[in-house]
């Protein structure tokens, strides 16, 4: 299994890059404060969230009750996760203090067997491991130990793996099989990620084996879950949990037979990227196989063009092939970040570029756009389509804001969200024993050893102005550079130091060999906007088409088109022009311009609603703008997908 | 007030018309006894529904626990409200005796104090009229009223009202602003319904009074369910009812002073039905103006082309002005039986033909649509798109079925459409002191009286086959008759006794002024299939197009027009022909064919979602049957609205 990719080291990378060092600066020096503030009750703009206060009383420091939802820790795990993962990047150092102070709340919340959980401790002791559907225990040790590990890496320092590890033990101690043990999983998976990564870090193979416990019991008959579900007759903590169905959780059959994207969104890509992972210490297969399949559903079926995924709006889950609408979607932004840490595995076990391109894809589009150009606003429900007059509260629409909100009552995405562009080096880069990868066009410098060599590189990537990437790279001794070839890049043409170059492709990897030393490499990628289309099954984009520049989706926004955006139609034939970029946006993005018509319907009578239809047109400037820059002007209409004329 | 128009007494009405008179038939001969079989538990093919036997165990005949949803009870109510209506026209004899047990039981489940409703008194005895918001005990008996005055009328039998009257006073003596009393009103509106038709049988004001009292009260600072809600904290029958808000029942401010429709849209409607009865009855012209504003922001803002509403298929209820998604929507059975009501007393009081013309819309649409032919299949929800894939269940979609079920867990519409169907004849006809008014033109016989006249009219409508509409009309005396002039009938001519005559137009109505003896009146409405468009505000429907024929919408069926219904583009200029009639219908009314194009995308590669645009066209003969037929040949696409193309 030894040459399976691996993301570099953190430590050593730094994103220099004009539209993601924004965020990435923006995570240490906005995001980690902010959401410090809102996790100890400090911001006065948002109500309280208790999260770090309900450790203060498991830990016995506080009187009261513990308040938020059920599972509430895991937003601070993911920000100390957040913090690590700063801290090995050398930013945010005046948090490593605070770090330690939590970490020794942590502990000293933590019961003598291990136990570690507020919500359990302080509101129902007597009911741990009682309510595996609803009750989160697992997913938020999994989250624990996700952070425990960023943290030690980050800092070597072990305290918090000890807690961690003291907490997984009781897991393992808890659940299998055995006599006296639960015979059940995780309702929303997490836990197997975290025991992944202690693993890893441990070498304790008991870790491996609890991960694998849980992958095979799920789903099994008779199943647990449905026996769980008839003993507690109703839901605890989620009145929609009232009509439980087992495919929500993937649970409906073992992981290893499942062929499609199923169920609540964010878990099933945990559940995946965990059996990639899995397989990938173990080798599997049945793993890989159901991985695979659940991917190849997902992205020729059920992804948006956004990269988003989970078509409904109700219980934030995958639908059915196809069925893609675009104002009532969810698209969480957890679920395209899970989504990212499922490629990254499939990408590492079975070393093919492509993977990356929709890792690529969530990145620029459903990630980015989630956050504000400050990084203190989020998207929880990334919309392709928005009129913000017709987002009722109370309503079908409920779910879906016009505006980044300042937190949420269930605040996974923020933490998620910061989490993954703190860690960005490791979708960018990635080694084996031998050669160095490079997965994304973001200007960056690393060092970073593949086999036994020595690499350190500086990407310089001006992609998305003019297709032109170029890497300083220089290695310790003779090795290979490879390089994805992205899909919308086909048409490249490279120039190492100095002189054109053909490499082999393979795998989608442009394969370039380098001598030791210094070296130049110069790849200009032939790219261009170009309309993208839906296939016909896609009812909700039939006659449509959206245009995309290399992995950015554009939209139009109220703000340069007017209101009524639906009723745009543009010719895909029309040529497109590059206008003067938008101050407000970051990254030097391109600003495009385009011929179209608005459709006037004359026809009904002044307020009426229906009349006879007396279609007019009237020519139109459009103005269309990368998607992950939308709602940074106010709020407006929005919308990805537009009218095609269609040919007469 | 004594202009008021009121329907003729349903004894005298016998409908001979092809397409309705295939449904009242139905209504005695297929759903009376479906529906029987299924209260009483003696249908195989469906679950239990307890509903009589929830009687039994309330009148002490049987022991057990009350099963089914907490206003089950109003199933049977409404069941007999369609046996009475049916009796008065001198159908189903044979279920007067049934009925008559059933009066029995009724009374003997009845408590001394007039109290009734079996869930309470069996499952929660100690918690009566606490729970105003979800407990549905008013809406409960308001049924209950409803049943006992038709059946009183019917029959003559008073037993059935004695029960009612009983419980009536036990409300009036319980509700109001007493010392005492319960200071509320009903979170679902209907009681209010059920206590004017109590008054108007028995003239007895203190059932008035009630009304004003829960219509001036409801909305009222400081909040009635603001306190309630915060009393019981959760909601105890609905989960969905966590995040209750006052303007989903009405509640956010007073009736009188409300102006858009809002919330629950079968409680807005009986709501507006009441306040618009208890304006009738005393003149207060603050109810009627509040009726009239919220009937002009739902028919001009908020509603389908099919006379379906609710737009939001969470929660049952209203959105926003133009908010119209063709396929996620709810457009209830109850709610547009709802809207019927409200439209007929909004006609009746304020004399104004084009009500009916909404009526009229509701009637042949959405209310015929929801049954199949066989009259025992019934659909709740009635969308105007369909693909039956993407109606999966636990998700977005769950609430939207894609074929007739035979039965609900919440089987408010089927029982709700008997009783409408079966009382068809007071939406075609009603009298004032000066006129008998006809309203539908749907193949009839009726004897009625007005001002000092008696009339005998028999009218024999051809308006969907060629627009011609035979009245012969027998008076006593010399009279007028007042003919609604359809908002798509314009057009017509009109001969009475053989002469060609102009009559006046008032109020949309043409007035006919007939002699003493026999005439007969023919008019020929000019109606041509017609394209309809919607206004550019209703995104769903931008670019699109609508079949209308008369008051009928048309819509594709996969059946005749293949998949991907949403690729089929249309110029609403082509020639559309009228076909040969499909077998499986009834009523013999005309298929339209035209041209249109089918767009196919070849840009796609197999087996993705996106790709580049390559749309061609190919040609196609399309198929529109009407709307309400649809789903009668098994499952499959469907879609009222069409893409059109757009001028070039």
Redesign the interface.
Do not use: C, Q
């Given at each position: 299994m030894a040459r399976h990719q691996k993301p570099l080291e953190l430590k050593n990378t730094r994103i220099t890059d004009s539209l993601f060092g924004h965020y990435v600066d923006t995570v240490s020096e906005i995001m980690v404060p902010y959401q410090w503030k809102i996790l100890t009750d400090q911001n006065p703009e948002t109500e309280p969230t208790y999260c770090v206060q309900n450790f203060r009383i498991a830990a016995g420091r506080e009187k009261g009750e513990r308040k938020g939802v059920v599972f509430q820790d895991t937003d601070l795990y993911k920000w100390i996760e957040t913090v690590a993962y700063c801290l090995a990047s050398g930013r945010a150092k005046e948090y490593e203090a605070v770090v330690d102070d939590v970490i020794e709340l942590l502990s000293e919340a933590q019961e003598a067997d291990g136990y570690l959980n507020t919500w359990f401790q302080v509101n129902q002791p007597d009911d741990k491991w009682q309510n595996l559907i609803e009750g989160h225990e697992l997913y938020t040790s999994g989250h624990m130990f996700e952070a425990a590990v960023a943290y030690y890496e980050a800092t070597g320092k072990s305290r918090f793996l000890d807690v961690a590890r003291k907490n997984a033990d009781l897991i393992c101690r808890t659940f299998g099989c055995g006599e006296g043990q639960i015979k059940g999983y995780p309702g929303h998976e997490e836990v197997e990620l975290g025991l992944i990564k202690l693993y890893r870090v441990t070498r304790d193979k008991k870790y491996l084996e609890q991960v694998r416990y849980f992958l095979e019991e799920r789903g099994k008959k008779p199943n647990f879950f449905e026996a769980e579900m008839k003993r507690r007759k109703k839901?605890t903590f989620f009145?929609?949990f009232?009509?439980y169905?087992l495919?929500?959780s993937q649970a409906a059959e073992p992981p290893a037979e499942q062929t499609r994207a199923m169920g609540h969104a964010v878990r099933d890509m945990y559940l995946c990227a965990a059996m990639t992972d899995y397989a990938e210490e173990t080798g599997d297969q049945k793993f890989i196989n159901a991985s695979r399949a659940i991917w190849d559903n997902m992205?020729?079926?059920q992804?948006y063009?956004t990269g988003g995924i989970g078509?409904?709006?109700?219980?934030e889950?995958f639908?059915?092939?196809?069925?893609l609408?675009n104002?009532?979607n969810y698209c969480e932004t957890c679920a395209s970040v899970g989504m990212m840490m499922f490629g990254l595995r499939m990408a590492s076990v079975e070393g093919r570029a492509d993977y990356y391109d929709t890792v690529e894809r969530a990145l620029y589009n459903t990630l980015l756009g989630s956050v504000n150009l400050e990084g203190n606003r989020y998207f929880y429900v990334n919309p392709l389509e928005m009129?913000p007059?017709?987002c009722?509260?109370?309503?079908?629409?409920?779910h879906v804001k016009p505006i980044r909100q300042k937190w949420f009552n269930v605040a996974c995405c923020p933490p998620n969200l910061a989490r993954t562009i703190a860690s960005l080096g490791q979708y960018i880069y990635a080694a084996d024993d031998e050669a160095l990868y490079i997965h994304q066009f973001i200007s960056s410098e690393i060092e970073g050893v593949a086999g036994e060599t020595e690499y350190r590189i500086s990407m310089d990537s001006e992609l998305l102005q003019n297709g032109k990437v170029k890497i300083k790279a220089g290695l310790s001794r003779d090795g290979v550079i490879k390089i994805r070839v992205p899909y919308y890049g086909n048409k490249y043409s490279i120039v190492v130091d100095g002189i054109d170059t053909d490499p082999e492709v393979c795998d989608r990897y442009m394969i370039v060999r380098l001598p030791k030393g210094e070296s130049h490499i110069e790849i200009k990628f032939e790219i261009r906007p170009?309309?993208?289309?839906?296939?016909?099954?896609?009812?909700?984009d039939?006659?449509k088409?959206a245009l995309m520049y290399g992995p950015m989706v554009y939209c139009l926004e109220e703000a340069d088109n007017g209101k009524?955006l639906?009723?745009i139609?543009v010719d895909?034939s029309e040529t497109i022009s590059k206008v003067s970029e938008i101050k407000r946006f970051i990254g030097r993005l391109p600003i495009f311009e385009f011929e179209g018509?608005k459709?006037?319907?004359k026809?009904?009578e002044k307020?009426?609603?229906?009349?006879?239809?007396?279609?007019?047109?009237e020519n139109k400037k459009i103005t269309a703008v990368p998607y992950c820059m939308w709602n940074n002007r106010g709020i407006g209409e929005m919308t990805v997908w537009l009218?095609?004329?269609?040919?007469?």
């Open positions: 839901p009145p929609e009232m009509n169905d495919e929500y992205v020729n079926r992804m063009i078509a409904s709006g109700f219980r889950r639908t059915t092939d196809y069925d609408p104002n009532t009129v007059e017709f009722t509260s109370h309503t079908y629409m409920d170009r309309w993208v289309s839906a296939r016909d099954e896609v009812r909700a039939a006659g088409v009524n639906t009723g139609y895909p018509v459709l006037i319907n026809g009904v307020g009426k609603l229906y009349g006879l239809p007396k279609f007019e047109t009218k095609s004329r269609i040919p007469v």
